[in-house]
Each structure stands twice: as C-alpha cells, then as structure tokens.
C-alpha cells in the first residue's frame, strides 16, 4: 500500500446555500504535516458534526473509489467525496475499528465510519446520494492520529489489523444509532472507537442496569 494522494481544502459555498463547507477537497503536491487535528492546512468549517481528534482524518481506499467510479459512470477525482487521503491496494469494507496506518511518523488509528449528510449529498449534486450512499455499504474511514508526522503521495504506507473482536466499517454503519445489547454493547467498547460512539454505547449500558 502507498499514499495515492492528500487532499485538503478551503472553505467554499455550496450553491444555493448560505452558508460554507470543507467538503471541496483538492489532491495537493508535496509534504503536508499531519498532527492530532488532521491535515495543517486543512478547511473544517461544522466542527459540531466535523473534525476533532477521534475524526482528526478522513481515508479512502483505492478499490472503493475505483468501484464508486464504475458506479458514477465517470473518473474519480481524489477529494470529490471530501477525504483527506486515498491510500492504494484498500477496499474500505476490509477496514476495523482499531486498525492503523502508518507512513513515516504518522501512525492513524481507525475509529468511525463516514455517515453522509446533506451536505455531501449538495457536494454530489444528487439529492438521493445519502440513501446511494449507505446502500453501498462502503462507508469511508474516520481516524485518529496517534502520532503525527509529514506525509506525501507515493510514501508506503503500513497497515495493521486490530488485534481484537472486529467491528468493519459496513458493520458500524448499519449499526449506527442503534441500541445494541449485552456482549454487541461490549464488543464495541473493547474496541478504540471515537469518544461520541463510545459515550452514546456507555449511557445505553447504565440505562440497562
């Protein structure tokens, strides 16, 4: 596997609406630090529903955009979904919470799944891409940086599994908002995944007692 490209964006409007988005993300050249907020550089405009340290960066695989391609019946552009790095040789539904890439210093472990929105659908001008998109079943991947470092296109890039129970990213998207039971509840919260999943399953499991 190797960094195909790093995507980073400014804040744009999307037409018709009022107000701005870091959705329009572009492929750039050379060197781009990553540190625990994601991309230096990098536009993030709803910081509520955006970013953070648990959704510090945004990944795509290769084979997934190569199969949304065939889909959209046109070339993918990197960036277009709004991703901050398209990584080769990776098929997103093959991907855990918990699993790790890394590229020089920079290690990024896996803790959500992309859940789309309105905004992405505006993005994809396709009012019914959120229902496209989650029938799919190949949801992008949201990580964490558990060390920074500098990065750019054609670096390799190291992939570790997690070593515990998996949770794939079509699983934690079909799961999503959902009260989950007894050892489901429990096979998630083994797992490192972002602090607002993590603190929705915990309130469900003191309701519980």
């Given at each position: 596997?190797?960094?195909?490209?790093?995507?980073?964006?400014?804040?744009?409007?999307?037409?018709?609406?009022?107000?701005?988005?870091?959705?329009?993300?572009?492929?750039?050249?050379?060197?781009?630090?990553?540190?625990?907020?994601?991309?230096?550089?990098?536009?993030?405009?709803?910081?509520?529903?955006?970013?953070?340290?648990?959704?510090?960066?945004?990944?795509?695989?290769?084979?997934?955009?190569?199969?949304?391609?065939?889909?959209?019946?046109?070339?993918?552009?990197?960036?277009?979904?709004?991703?901050?790095?398209?990584?080769?040789?990776?098929?997103?539904?093959?991907?855990?919470?918990?699993?790790?890439?890394?590229?020089?210093d920079l290690i990024l472990e896996v803790t959500a799944c992309r859940m789309p929105c309105?905004?992405?659908?505006?993005?994809?001008?396709?009012?019914?891409?959120?229902?496209?998109?989650?029938?799919?079943?190949?949801?992008?991947?949201?990580?964490?940086?558990?060390?920074?470092?500098?990065?750019?296109?054609?670096?390799?890039?190291?992939?570790?599994?997690?070593?515990?129970?998996?949770?794939?990213?079509?699983?934690?998207?079909?799961?999503?908002g959902r009260r989950l039971q007894g050892a489901d509840r429990a096979r998630y919260l083994?797992?490192?995944?972002?602090?607002?999943?993590?603190?929705?399953?915990?309130?469900?499991?003191?309701?519980?007692?």
């Open positions: 596997m190797k960094i195909l490209a790093l995507c980073t964006g400014n804040p744009e409007r999307l037409p018709g609406k009022s107000y701005k988005t870091g959705i329009f993300k572009h492929a750039v050249n050379g060197a781009v630090m990553i540190d625990a907020e994601g991309l230096v550089g990098d536009a993030i405009c709803n910081r509520k529903h955006h970013g953070g340290v648990d959704q510090a960066v945004y990944v795509e695989g290769s084979l997934t955009l190569d199969w949304w391609s065939s889909e959209l019946g046109r070339p993918y552009e990197a960036g277009t979904f709004g991703e901050n790095i398209v990584i080769s040789d990776l098929d997103n539904r093959d991907v855990a919470v918990g699993d790790r890439f890394a590229a020089g309105a905004t992405f659908a505006a993005r994809m001008a396709d009012p019914k891409f959120v229902k496209r998109y989650t029938a799919a079943a190949r949801p992008g991947i949201y990580c964490r940086v558990t060390r920074g470092g500098v990065v750019e296109p054609g670096m390799p890039m190291e992939y570790t599994s997690f070593s515990g129970d998996k949770i794939t990213m079509p699983e934690l998207m079909e799961t999503f083994a797992a490192p995944i972002h602090y607002k999943l993590r603190a929705m399953l915990e309130s469900q499991a003191d309701e519980a007692h």
